[in-house]
């Protein structure tokens, strides 16, 4: 009677039994948005013994005299969470003023935002609230304070462009250095010099706080620091948490593993058949690997009973809906362990109690981005040495706990780096872009930069920007394109791609993509080759079935049997038609008219390539392995083996992004005719050295 959840298909619900060995039972939401249980008293028992706490005072006169406070503190020690209350009690909020605390990551500003409130006894969306892109539970003049992605907050800038409303911004997980916390970082720092009331908090889980200190010390002019005013100081103060972690003992294996999946999972059984009660985190890279050991484990638990006494599993990765999430923080039933499979989210960002072992796969999923030959990749990589230490750093929180690396000493000592690579100096440089000159900064070689990207990389996008007419010649947004870009809040290929669409009278279709494409994956994984029914329909690729599903999904009432019979995942589902929502409303705020062009498959394809068209592959003529070169920079690309077009290799195609296993593998990709890219882009084919075209 036991029984795994299987990721996409009903919702599971955990669930205590008396009998031991049950895992999941497949049952309703439960109702409750309490994640722990516990009464008011008891979580306020909690709170002060948190590390922080005994630093309320402290933290809270660093704030009240300082411009910026840099506050360093071991994950758990209670940043997130104490931080934004003290500053409430402290009075930031009153007088219709908001405390921000961002997050680089949607999944921690859900959990935080759930965890805050409830230590607060309100509803989750009033006092406290959260806002990610596409979703906004916050209470005009109710809402205090806000948890919110720091993309979010960048977007506010362009309605806002000094963040009024705010008073204090904390600025969090800062260590990351995600894109978005560097633009921002730079930007708070020009917001300072405008409203010197505002009070900037940034916090960190590592010894990194001398850099940030430098940064937002570090004036133009020396008069700026000694103007002191109405008492505040201009020099950062830094305030170090103390924490308590354990002693945490590593163990490395002696020889490199083949397969980490593997090796987590029969290292997960091991710890459970030979050490003391006490939960398991798994770091591994993404929902496909996530949900594969997750597979392995409820299989190897199946065939050997041995394993099976209170083993309970959970995933835990961003786009796992609000109900499966809550599931990681809730207590583990007496007599069980817990087993949690995470990607990095869980290294700095969450906090799971209970935790005592650590598997500790050496790899996360990192976005590369290649400036010659314009290719941003996904890629599973290795991590730093940072990482890995507080990935360990997760086993101690409790009591002395074990860490089990999967990779060699030698290799942790001599060959992994010190820091990863902040992510600016890694990515396409496009939205990023687009953002600055949508808030007006057009020298954007001379921004103010935590670290600065590469002139390459900023020179690809300003190029690529040009091409799809969202620059002008003097590197200015256009009118109406440009701005039109910048509003919506997608890539802007895809943004350009919807845009297209108005004039290709198929705008209906192309949100659907759009929406699609922004949701991590529609499939549930390890979906078997299909039996597809309209073969030749399908064959133009990923974006037009799509849009089948989509349309088969409404046929069936919305229906999650629908779903689970076709391998959709119905949860991903309601998210497409929630965000297709809010698309089509920014659409027409615009000026987009909303048109279907009924079963005109050309329209469509023509509008994708409208945005995508830097993402063109053609087949290598005498390949036999279905071997794609880029347009641009000719890099040896393959279709990914989820595509409809897998094995079916049309001569011209568009990608629209780029994953890196053993090969590079285009994800979701669509065929095209080429006469189509001179239309779209007559710029970007035409000023290549030899036209490629032909
Ligand atoms: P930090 O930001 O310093 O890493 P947090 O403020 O996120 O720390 O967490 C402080 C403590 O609050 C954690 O150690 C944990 O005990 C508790 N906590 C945080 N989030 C949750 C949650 N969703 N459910 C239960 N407890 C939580
Ligand atoms: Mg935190």
């Known amino acids: 009677m036991a029984q795994f959840w299987k990721p996409g298909t009903e919702k599971p619900r955990l669930v205590d039994d008396e009998e031991g060995g049950v895992l999941f039972f497949s049952g309703g939401f439960s109702s409750s948005s309490s994640s722990s249980g516990y009464g008011y008293a008891s979580i306020e028992k909690q709170r ?10 402290a933290i809270l006169y660093l ?3 300082h411009a910026t406070t840099i506050i360093v503190g071991e994950t758990g020690s209670g940043k997130t969470t104490q931080i934004p209350q003290f500053l409430k009690e402290a009075g930031w909020a009153s007088g219709g003023r908001l405390i921000a605390c961002t997050q680089p990551r949607r999944l921690a500003v859900q959990a935080v935002a759930a965890r805050v409130a409830e230590e607060m006894g309100v509803k989750l969306g009033e006092e406290v609230g959260y806002t990610i892109r596409f979703e906004d539970v916050t209470k005009p003049d109710v809402t205090v304070l806000k948890f919110l992605t720091d993309g979010v907050l960048l977007r506010e800038m362009m309605d806002d462009p000094l963040l009024t409303k705010y008073s204090v911004i904390m600025v969090d997980e800062a260590h990351e250095r995600s894109i978005s916390t560097d633009i921002l970082l730079g930007l708070l720092k020009k917001v300072q010099k405008r409203r010197p009331e505002l009070r900037l908090i ?9 850099a940030m200190s430098d940064f937002f010390g570090k004036r133009k002019k020396r008069r700026e620091l000694e103007n002191e005013e109405n008492g505040i100081q201009l020099e950062p103060a830094i305030l170090s948490v103390e924490g308590r972690g354990f002693n945490v003992q590593i163990n490395y294996v002696e020889e490199p593993v083949q397969d980490y999946v593997q090796a987590a999972v029969s290292t997960v059984l091991l710890i459970h058949e030979r050490e003391p009660p006490g939960d398991i985190l798994v770091f591994l890279t993404g929902q496909d690997d996530i949900d594969a050991a997750v597979q392995l484990i409820a299989d190897e638990v199946q065939t050997s009973k041995k394993h099976s006494p209170g083993l309970v599993v959970l995933p835990l990765y961003s786009g796992l809906p609000r109900a499966e999430q809550e599931l990681v923080f809730s207590p583990t039933p007496r007599g069980k362990r817990k087993v949690i ?4 989210i869980a290294e700095t960002s969450l906090t799971l109690e209970g935790i005592v072992y650590v598997v500790d796969s050496g790899f996360s999923k990192q976005k590369f981005y290649n400036p010659i030959t314009d290719v941003e990749n996904l890629v599973v990589a290795p991590i730093s040495k940072a990482s890995a230490k507080q990935r360990a750093g997760r086993a101690g929180r409790v009591r002395p706990g074990k860490c089990y690396r999967l990779y060699a000493e030698e290799y942790f000592l001599n060959h992994m780096s010190n820091e990863a690579i902040p992510e600016i100096q890694r990515s396409n440089l496009v939205s990023c872009i687009i953002h600055l000159k949508a808030l007006g900064i057009d020298n954007i070689l001379g921004f103010d930069w935590p670290a600065s990207p590469s002139p390459e990389a900023m020179i690809r996008a300003l190029e690529v920007l040009y091409s799809l007419g969202v620059l002008d010649d003097d590197a200015k947004l256009t009118s109406p394109t440009g701005f039109q870009v910048a509003e919506i809040p997608l890539d802007p290929m895809i943004s350009k791609m919807i845009i297209a669409s108005n004039q290709f009278g198929c705008s209906e279709e192309i949100i659907t993509v759009a929406a699609v494409l922004s949701i991590q994956s529609i499939w549930i994984s390890g979906r078997g080759i299909q039996k597809e029914s309209d073969e030749a ?4 690729g990923d974006h037009v079935t799509f849009l089948n599903v989509y349309k088969g999904f409404l046929q069936s009432g919305k229906s999650s049997q629908w779903c689970h019979k076709n391998y959709v995942n119905y949860h991903a589902m309601r998210k497409v038609l929630e965000v297709r929502e809010q698309l089509k409303r920014i659409a027409q705020r615009i000026g987009i008219v909303l048109k279907s062009c009924e ?15 830097a993402n063109t592959c053609r087949l290598e003529e005498y390949s036999h392995n279905g071997m794609y070169k880029t347009i641009r920079g000719s890099q040896e690309v393959y279709i990914h083996p989820s595509s409809v077009l897998f094995r079916v290799n049309p001569k011209w195609i568009i990608y629209n992004s780029l994953v890196s296993t053993d090969r590079q593998y285009m994800r979701n990709v669509i065929s095209i005719d080429p006469s189509w890219l001179l239309e779209a882009a007559p710029h970007f084919y035409l000023l290549q050295q030899s036209n490629p075209l032909h």
């Open 63 to 65: 704030v009240e005299t």
């Open 202 to 210: 940034i916090s960190s889980a590592t010894i990194e706080a001398k």
């Open 341 to 344: 499979i995470s990607t990095n």
């Open 537 to 540: 329909k399908l064959r133009f």
């Open 48 to 57: 002060q013994r948190l590390p922080v706490y005994k630093y309320r005072t």
């Open 599 to 613: 079963s005109d498959m050309q329209v469509v394809r023509k509008a994708v390539t409208a945005g995508f068209f």
